[in-house]
């Protein structure tokens, strides 16, 4: 049963590379989660357990891959951008598209039950990712600001319709006829005096979205306590708790242990809600852009 | 904070569609699987509760997509044939590749604990995926051979050398060298005369690989009966059961399950371990090829 | 002024292979040849030298190019297949595009005096080229259908109008009032009943297009006469001549005769105005589908 | 004769769109030239009415094609650098690598007589065309050094290796043979030395190639002059005129020169042989990479 003669077949595999020196931003969406949340019973206009599972699995994703300089998440999908020169799997588009979403899936139903102890899942969840290609900088501080954008657009006009319709007894028709025209100064004022709610004081996980990135660690200590000190206890009104129930580094073998703190022993990956779009962000971290 | 100057970025997505009136081949394989192995004690040469768990994650992606015809899985590899005519998310490349990719990774892990009771996952494994595309039959019919022709050698030798560490004694490294230069025939001798064990007789799973294929449903029944009968019991040596602990469908909402009765009534995942390089395979299944 | 340092560029440059295994459609067009023929005064509705010329350009690349096993012309554009296990330029998509484009223009400008001895080129004219690729024999002979059909609406509309325009004078807008919403049968009787013109005895390079097949050599000969035989003299109601005024090898290099007639010593361009939808062309000539 | 049942084939034609926001380099080398040149007796090593030509044909299409802001020649390779933000045919790939493969091959032609008045082309000759897309201004300025670094190598190489042969009475073999692991030094010494060729005194178009870019014109001229005047009259020791034997403009029609003049009034394109390695040329014109 020589296997010669079939081996032909491997010539229509076609090569996929993607355009050398420029900034490879890979983005994951949730596949049908709307019915997902719904199904899980996913708190409205948030739900802070299923955001943090999110950026839990994408902080393994970017701890996993050391390429990965920045990443955004909101909702149910999440942004990471590969560094310019980037030669992770010789930039074989199909070959990142694929690994990357498999492994942020893996980790999201891996983790799951770390978040949602009394909730087991119904059904495997999916995503779906695809990379785009920047070729400088200024693309990609828009490309971010627009995520972040439609963070603010999006949750704005969720807190104010959750509210209308969980505190202030409307259906989600009339609810949605509410809102139908309004700025945003109009749904600041409707939560401020129809509900007490000053949404600038909301927490900034959910009007700025979450923001992955590396920090240099100011003395080297052991890789598993780098991890856990990693999550930033940033002080929002929800004050949640962003430590994961488990080390986040539980899943990692020994050997990767020692290989993580032999090859970058002064980074750890940092997790902030804070503004993208000003200069403040990116002129503190010149290194995302700039190699 | 309007979105609009930042929205200039999407245009930067550039189409990835496939070649319409082709053969759509999505192959998954198993990232770092050697280590996966090792650090879950799979069983050598074979792990019968790991090629299941493969199959299960399989039948479901298949169960989900009505467009995959056929799918042939040997070790961590699984292989998914989408008809010619599919139009699955308008034949987008990247879509395509990381949903299904994401699914099975899902499914995968989600049903882990089936296979696994006592064993829990060490870390989330992930896979790469890939989409080759046929333009004819023939490429088709040879490309399963060659996965098949690839598992028989592999696993003739997997068996053979397994038996001389583990039942002859030998280091890997002596079982290598006896192994070295030696033809088919040979491997057949050496298990038969010192080892007593008839290849030809080892269940053909390991032999052969998996292939799922849809068959006709001969009468309407429940969709919960439909999924749980479809499981073919062939008598294999190790006469294993292939049903999964669970019901294939818990995963399934009511609505889908809904759906799927009433969208495909007829016909059902089928699990089979045969030879797909003769023409017996395919004259018996003529609608694979041809739609 | 070593070179080395700069060298690093040409790793932008992406393979870009076709699939294997499957037709290349060569598709050819005039640029701005609205204006072209405008310019250098092409009769109305059609101009016999203009095809003529255009025919002699592909005829000249199909020589040049053996794996090109068919060619349909029409207007200001020609359509080559390629078979379909043809390894030209290693199939790289831009190589072919670009060097089969370049060749026919060159021919074609190389060629203007012969068609056009009383009229010079006012200034160069230009055309595009894409690759199309097709999987099966079906797509194949329903692409070449697609161009003869539209031969056929385009000759007859035109026809009629520039009969109602010349013969009948009427303006062109009065013309194309005139033929709105008509059918071919309407048209047929306005030329028939205003101008007695029967419109299936008018030449059928204007009906049909042009056709380039290859055709088997009865018996070996030298090849400059080959090549001149291989004019078709169809009897046409314009009983136009299609030898060139220069033989059409004029333009080889001695060496590049002597490789042909080795080469390649039993077949030569033959050119048809046929039907090319039924089956009889088709069947006629197996070769082109099949290799 | 409906047309309507064939016209699904038009789905075959994929998208190509190249990446936004970035710079495209257009490249076209000649076909099979070492042959061309030697059917029409080019001189060694270097032909000058023959590089006129191929700049004539470049300037043609920079005049043609306003995105393009600069060009390098040398030989037969002419490189044409498309700016960032060019919607050239919406950027499709094949529709702008085989229109202007198309349009200089066609100038080529056109212009030939211009250049050779007593030597006919014996065949049509032809050119391949590929784009590679740069994302930032450090690699176009490589690339063009890679390109001018590359003609002087040759240049230095060709120039002492034909001094040798027509100077030196050296057969080839031995020319090859005195010149094998020389450097740069050892050359320009044989020359010297040897034949009292002082290298760097040559005509600075054989060493540094053609460059076209565009200048503002000081006033505005009538259109037929301002391509003439853009001519450069370098003081090179062979003294040569670059001006056309026909007014560059002559293959305009009326209506383009019009267009011409009103919609870019004020740029000419100029050809210069200077370096454009160091940074000079690029701080001199900083339009070329940044609009």
Same mark, same amino acid.
């Given at each position: 049963?020589? +296997? @010669?003669?079939?081996?032909?077949v491997?010539?229509?595999?076609?090569?996929?590379? %993607?355009?050398?020196?420029?900034?490879?931003?890979?983005r994951?969406?949730?596949?049908?989660?709307?019915?997902?949340?719904?199904?899980?019973?996913?708190?409205?206009?948030?739900?802070?357990?299923?955001?943090?599972?999110?950026?839990?699995?994408?902080?393994?994703?970017?701890?996993?891959?050391?390429?990965?300089?920045?990443?955004?998440?909101?909702?149910?999908?999440?942004?990471?951008?590969?560094?310019?020169?980037?030669?992770?799997y010789?930039?074989?588009?199909?070959?990142i598209?694929? *690994? %990357?979403? @498999?492994?942020? *899936?893996?980790?999201?139903?891996?983790?799951?039950?770390?978040?949602?102890?009394?909730?087991?899942?119904?059904?495997?969840?999916?995503?779906?990712?695809?990379?785009?290609?920047?070729?400088?900088?200024?693309?990609?501080?828009?490309?971010?600001?627009?995520?972040?954008a439609?963070?603010?657009?999006? +949750?704005?006009?969720?807190?104010?319709?959750?509210?209308l319709?969980q505190?202030?007894?409307?259906?989600?028709?009339?609810?949605?006829?509410?809102?139908?025209?309004?700025?945003?100064?109009d749904?600041?004022?409707?939560?401020?005096?129809?509900?007490k709610?000053n949404? +600038?004081?909301?927490?900034?996980?959910f009007?700025?979205?979450?923001?992955?990135?590396?920090?240099?660690?100011?003395?080297?200590?052991?890789?598993?306590?780098?991890?856990?000190?990693?999550?930033?206890?940033?002080?929002?009104?929800? @004050?949640e708790?962003?430590?994961?129930?488990?080390?986040?580094?539980?899943?990692?073998?020994?050997?990767?242990?020692?290989r993580?703190?032999k090859?970058?022993?002064?980074?750890?990956?940092?997790?902030?809600?804070?503004?993208?779009?000003?200069?403040?962000?990116?002129?503190?971290?010149?290194?995302?852009?700039?190699?």
């Amino acid at each position: 049963m020589a +296997n @010669s003669k079939y081996e032909y077949v491997k010539n229509f595999e076609l090569p996929d590379p %993607l355009l050398p020196g420029t900034f490879l931003l890979f983005r994951l969406d949730g596949h049908s989660f709307h019915r997902f949340s719904a199904e899980h019973n996913f708190e409205k206009p948030n739900d802070v357990r299923a955001l943090q599972l999110m950026d839990h699995a994408a902080r393994d994703v970017m701890e996993e891959y050391p390429d990965i300089v920045l990443a955004f998440g909101e909702s149910d999908e999440y942004s990471f951008l590969l560094k310019k020169s980037t030669s992770l799997y010789n930039r074989r588009q199909s070959k990142i598209v694929s *690994t %990357l979403t @498999s492994y942020f *899936t893996s980790c999201y139903v891996f983790r799951w039950a770390t978040y949602f102890p009394d909730k087991p899942l119904e059904y495997p969840p999916s995503f779906d990712g695809r990379i785009v290609v920047y070729p400088g900088e200024r693309e990609i501080r828009d490309y971010f600001a627009w995520r972040q954008a439609d963070t603010h657009i999006n +949750n704005l006009y969720n807190t104010t319709f959750w509210a209308l319709v969980q505190q202030g007894g409307q259906t989600t028709t009339e609810a949605h006829a509410t809102l139908r025209g309004t700025y945003s100064k109009d749904k600041h004022e409707i939560l401020f005096s129809r509900f007490k709610i000053n949404y +600038n004081q909301l927490d900034p996980r959910f009007r700025k979205g979450t923001i992955l990135v590396r920090e240099e660690e100011p003395e080297p200590t052991p890789a598993i306590e780098q991890v856990a000190s990693a999550i930033e206890n940033t002080a929002t009104p929800s @004050s949640e708790c962003e430590q994961p129930a488990t080390s986040p580094d539980s899943a990692k073998s020994k050997k990767q242990k020692k290989r993580a703190v032999k090859a970058k022993p002064r980074t750890r990956v940092v997790v902030i809600h804070t503004d993208i779009i000003r200069d403040e962000f990116w002129s503190a971290r010149p290194n995302i852009l700039v190699e």
